[in-house]
């Protein structure tokens, strides 16, 4: 599990595409792997990814067909910037809400509105997450926990401090780049029973 509090952005320095999988080998910020070990877990872009190797402050994962088709991971180039979050503790502060990793889908950025230290985005949602949007809910885009704006048919807006544009890498977003949503749980949860409910009772 993860809070949503992205701790730096890391750089791809190199994709070994394999017969049904890519490695990615991530350069992580000075200090973030210090004592995480092999087989630990990691957000990376909002993707729970696991340890395959560490050296230094380069990391390694392995990435399946299944995390690829359902990821932005799968536009990854050498010199990308990702989000980076190391998994939560019994001492970890939730500054943000409960992620787990695991991607419900990904959002074209329709529109960036660049102000003088902030940053609106326009994203478009995936026809099967559009129930489970709400203003002022929880959204983890590209593993970063944040509130959603203004909501629209088939899309939202989400406004960004200057803390996190420096942070991670909302900084150098782009009109049409895909963002990994991964939805809140407590608000499918919820969705999902006031539907089950609803339905019972027309039965």
């Known amino acids: 599990m993860f809070t ?14 394999c017969k049904d999988y890519i490695s990615l080998i991530i350069k992580a910020p000075k200090g973030f792997s210090k004592n995480l070990l092999k087989g630990a877990s990691v957000s990376v872009n909002g993707v ?23 990821t932005n991971l799968k536009n990854i180039s050498r010199s990308s910037k990702v989000n980076l979050e190391r998994s939560m503790t019994t001492k970890t ?5 409960l992620v787990s990793g695991h991607i419900h889908g ?10 003088h230290e902030t ?15 709400f203003y002022k809910g929880y959204v983890a885009l590209n593993g970063c926990s944040l509130t959603i704006g203004k909501v629209l048919k088939s899309s939202f807006y989400i406004h960004l401090i200057p803390e996190t544009i420096s942070v991670t890498t909302f900084q150098d977003i ?8 991964e939805v809140e749980q407590t608000t499918i949860n919820t969705v999902e029973t006031v539907k089950r409910v609803i339905l019972e009772k027309k039965v």
């Open 48 to 70: 729970c990814l696991t340890v395959k190797k560490k050296k230094t402050d380069a990391l390694e994962f392995d990435v399946i067909e299944e995390t690829l088709d359902k």
């Open 4 to 17: 949503g509090i992205v701790t730096g952005k890391g750089h791809v320095q190199k994709i070994i595409k």
């Open 119 to 133: 940053k609106d985005l326009q994203i478009k949602i995936p026809v099967n997450l559009r129930e489970y949007i």
């Open 106 to 115: 990904t959002g074209e950025v329709l529109k960036v509105i660049n102000k």
């Open 93 to 97: 502060e939730i500054g943000g809400h």
């Open 174 to 181: 782009k009109k049409g780049d895909l963002i990994n949503i």
